[in-house]
Each structure stands twice: as structure tokens, then as C-alpha cells.
């Protein structure tokens, strides 16, 4: 269902973070305004960026999205660098040219900054768009099915049930069959109908946990009934398998079902069922002449095209429409020996009373929007817990700006926070892979938060941190493993994991209703 990783957004924060390392140092005005304005408004931005390309980096959205959202960062700051350019080179014609002194100036910095950041908001306006277009042409096929489900089912089924009406029941045997089966196909259209509206153009969805067990031996036996010679059986499901979805699930089952039945010849089609701790695939197959290209790519990309064949019926075309409301996915697998679908839906937990919905809300074990709004929260608050323990052992936070050229308590204070930031958004992202082994709870977040806390104790605190200062010209022992520092470092950790925990439980679920 993806990869871990959206590697674009390391793009974004490396340009991010790159130029504020000129920022501060290049705008150490004696003016309180000026050093403000000119530099820690910018650094603040800056750092800004390139914390919000690590939380693209680990998010739950699409790879395109952080793909686009890098590229217009790029584009970005590559066109504010070459007006930059041109505009020094205009101001010194005629002069004798040092454009190396030129673009060393503070400002250069400040507006690479604002370009990366304006380049950014364009490609979050693109994704957007593009995801309104594909809104909008799914609507359209919506749309397209409605017109076509009305006009051959519901039409042509009146125009039977109003042929064998006229017939008395001696003159044929089958007018009272005819028009019951056609007055059921009215009301099974009608529902469709009347779901596919109630949902059409809306982003909140409710998707609810549908136990997968119950769901395929429902639908086996509705094909079972109208197909009495089909050999069908349900593989052997943990009742604790869930998906998430609505009743229309069943409906998708079923009309592939159907489909391998009736249109491949084949009474008895195989159901397989794989599952991971993010998705659950079942596969329907058979053994028949094969899925003609138009109902392939109908069911792959949504895409309905001239297919509109009533023989073939629109089963498949809303088996693609109900999989789009539930976030899954269509895949097939055309060969000589047949050909087999698999629908891959978002697994769900059942268990609400603890933070097993952690799990269901990662989606491709990535943390999901509300997840880090909440890790932002609760990373500036385990920051804060930091420092107050830094400065009670002696420490001091102010230090912290020299990475950044100042010693400043403000810079530093500012960059310190930058890196709880950062560091919160990569702890939710162990969270989320820790729930691959074990369960995840409060002690889970806990543990990872205190091994977190250790592993930048030893390697970012103990050796990265000396050896940068060093490079700076600041003598620093290598490694610096103070008690201190590891107090510091625990308590950021230990803060971190209970404030998400508690983030996750209840600040989670308001955000999900309103993000």
C-alpha cells in the first residue's frame, strides 16, 4: 500500500534548513529591530520549511503529493536566486563586479527563504487542484453510472414488467417470475442509486470497522441463491478481521462474483484472503477467457469511458465507485489461465477502548494529519520540559544558537524547539512502526519515546553536536556524554511519549472530524 517513506519531503527540508544556516549569522545587527526583522523572523520561517518537509517526509499522504510539493520548493528558490542575480548584476554595472561579496548578503538568504516557502504553497495549491480535477471527474463518472443504471435497468425492467402485466398467468407461466425478479432488480438499483448520491462530492465518509468473515459469507450466500449450482466457500477468517468500510463492501464482493460466474463461465471461482497490519486483500479468481481490456481498466483506474454494454451488466462499475469511497484499491491480473481481481481495502481494529484505533489511523504505517498536528503540540511542550531541566542542571538553552551563529537566548530557545519538532515527528514515525510487532498503548509510546531519548543522547548530543561545534571552531570533547545531557534527554523522551499517548486518545479523533 507504500512505502514508509515519502523520501521527496528530505528535498524540502534540506533546502529548508540549509538556508537558515546563513540567516542569523549573516544579520547580526546591533539594532534589536533589525536582527529580528532581518533574522530570526526568517530563521523562524526557514526552520519552519524544513520542519514541514519532515513531516511530509513521514505523513500519510501520497508520494505525488511530496513529489509535486518538492519540485515547486526547488523551482522556488532556483527563480528567486537567478532575480536575485540578475538584480545585483543590474545594480552594479559599470562597477567593478564582486558577486561573490554581493550574494553573501543577508538578504539573499531572506528571499531564497521566501522563495523556497512561496514555491512550497504552490505545490501544496497543485496537489489540491489535482486532487479537486480527480474529485470532480469522479463525480463525473458517477454521474455517467446513474445515467446508465437508470436508463437500462430501471427503463427496461418497466418496460418487461408492463409486457407480462398485460399477460394473464395461463397465457405464461413465467409472468409472475419475470415480474418479481424485475420489480427486485428496480429495488436493488433504486439503493444503489440512492447510495452513490447521499456520498457523491463528500470527503467525510464514514467508514466503520466491517467484520471481513461476516461480510464474504454474506455475500456468498446472496450469489448462492440466485446462482444455486455455484461452488463457493468462504476461506477460514479470523472474526477479528476488519476492514474499513460501509455495507456497500458486500455489494462489491458480490457483483465479482457474479461476474466470475456469469461472464467467465466458471461455477465455482476461488477466494483468497491475504492481510497485513494495513490492508486486507481479497482475490477472486477464475478461469475463464479473460477480462476484456475496457472492463480492466474500468475497474483499475475508474476510468468508464464508452464502456456501457446492459449484457455485461454495471456491476464492475460500481464495484470501482463503492472501493474509491473506502480509500482501497482494484487490482487484476489478466493471463491464458484466467483472471483474478483483488480488492485492497484499509484494515480496521474493533478495539476502541484502548489506542488500537493508532493503528487503523496510520494508514500505509504513516502518522495521518491529526497525528502530527498533535506530535507538533506535544513536541514544543516536551521541549519545553527539556529546557527547564537543562537550565535547573546548569545548562544552558541560549548555547544552543551557536549552531546557528549566536548565542542568542531567543535563536537558541527558537532552534531548540525546531529540533523537538523534528524529533517528535520521527518518534511518531518509530510509533507507527512499532505497532507492526505489538500492540500499541501508552507504554508503547513510552518505550520508544525513553529509546528514542537515548539513541540522541548518544549520537546526536554526544557526537554530532561536538563535532559540529568543532567545525565551528569551538573546542567541544568528542564524545560528551554528561549525566546531565541524559537527564535532559530522558525527560524530553518520557514527556513525549505520554503527552502523545494522551495526544492520540483524545485530541486525535476531534481533529480526524474536522481536518
Known sequence: MGSRVNYSGLVVAGIGFVLTRFTVTLALYDDPVQFYMAGVIPLALGLGLAAFGVALTV?????????????????GTATMFVFAALTVLGSMAGDPMDLTAALSESYLSNFLIGGAIGGTLTGLYATRTRRQRRDLERNANRLVVLNRLL????????????????????????????????TEAI???????????????????????????????????AVRARHPDADLSVPDLSRDLAVRADGQVSKVFRHLLENAIVH??????????????????????????????????????????DFDSPK????????????????????????????????????????????GHVRRAFGDVRPAIPHLVVSVGTALVAGLFYGAVSE???????????????ADPVVGWLTHEFHSVVFGFAFVGFVSVASDWWETDTWTFVGVGLAWSLLLWAGAAGVVAPVWLRLLGVPAAIPNLSVALLVSHLVWGLSLGVLTAAGYRYAVPLLARRL
Open 392 to 406: 535547573a542542571l546548569g545548562g544552558s538553552i541560549a548555547g544552543i544558537g551557536v549552531f546557528y551563529g549566536t
Open 59 to 75: 505523513a500519510d499522504v501520497d508520494a505525488s503529493v511530496a513529489r509535486t510539493t518538492a519540485l515547486w520548493c526547488v523551482v
Open 312 to 355: 455485461a451488466g454495471f456491476g464492475l462499475n460500481l464495484v470501482r465507485l463503492f472501493v474509491e469511497e473506502f480509500d482501497g484499491d482494484i487490482e487484476t491480473d489478466v493471463s491464458e489461465s484466467g483472471t483474478a481481481i483483488t480488492v485492497v481495502l484499509p484494515r480496521a481494529s474493533q478495539d476502541s477502548d484502548d489506542l
Open 151 to 182: 436508463r437500462h435497468e430501471v427503463l427496461n425492467s418497466i418496460t418487461a414488467i408492463k409486457g407480462y402485466a398485460s399477460l394473464e398467468s395461463s397465457e405464461d407461466a413465467r409472468a409472475a417470475a419475470v415480474i418479481d425478479d424485475r
Open 187 to 221: 429495488e436493488r438499483t433504486i439503493d444503489e442509486v440512492k447510495h452513490l448520491t447521499r456520498h457523491a462530492g463528500r470527503r467525510d465518509r464514514v467508514a466503520v470497522p466491517i467484520d471481513l468473515a461476516e461480510c464474504l459469507e454474506a455475500s456468498v450466500d
Open 264 to 305: 467467465a463461465g466458471d461455477p465455482s471461482p476461488s477466494i483468497g484472503v491475504a492481510a497485513s497490519t494495513t490492508a486486507v486483500r481479497v482475490r477472486i479468481s477464475d478461469a475463464g477467457p479473460g477480462l476484456p481490456a475496457d472492463q480492466q481498466a474500468l475497474l483499475e483506474t475508474g476510468d468508464v469511458g
